[in-house]
């Protein structure tokens, strides 16, 4: 058995006005995250988590923000298609482990809904996907309410 691992990155300002994806789900909030896509971290990171442990670059390289075609695009659809270019190599997802930064507003309510909507879209069980929240207790630009950013570790195998 192969097994690989994969971490993800990514970070995106908050902006009134906007709608707040996140985890596949909209968070009812007067702010959201600006982005060529819709934006949702969540998507985001575990795109890149799962891109790196299968060695196939970053979500950047294969939905370029220079590319119309992804202007305004859903980040379950590229999550969706990042599961389906991983497992065409082989690969299956064993766990991912998710960490929001975002100072407002508190996500805990909202985790349940955003793991049922994931594990959907990624075809595992909820039980392999890990989603946490923090602040970064008002120091830098998530502390201001600047921005947002999350991390994620994915464990990928095949046999």
Known sequence: MKI???????????????????????????????????????????????????????IGYHFSDKDPRWKGVDSKLLLAEVLRMVRSEGYEISNVDVTVVLQEPKLNPHIPAMKTCLADVMAIPEEDISIKATTSEHIGFVGRGEGIAAHCVALIFKD
């Open 4 to 58: 690989r691992v994969g971490q993800g990155y990514d970070v995106h300002r908050l902006e009134e006005g906007r709608p707040f994806w996140l985890g596949g789900i909209q968070i009812p909030s007067t702010f959201g995250p600006v982005g060529h896509s819709d934006a949702d971290v969540v998507c985001h990171v575990l795109c890149d988590a799962l891109l790196g442990a299968a060695n196939m670059r970053n």
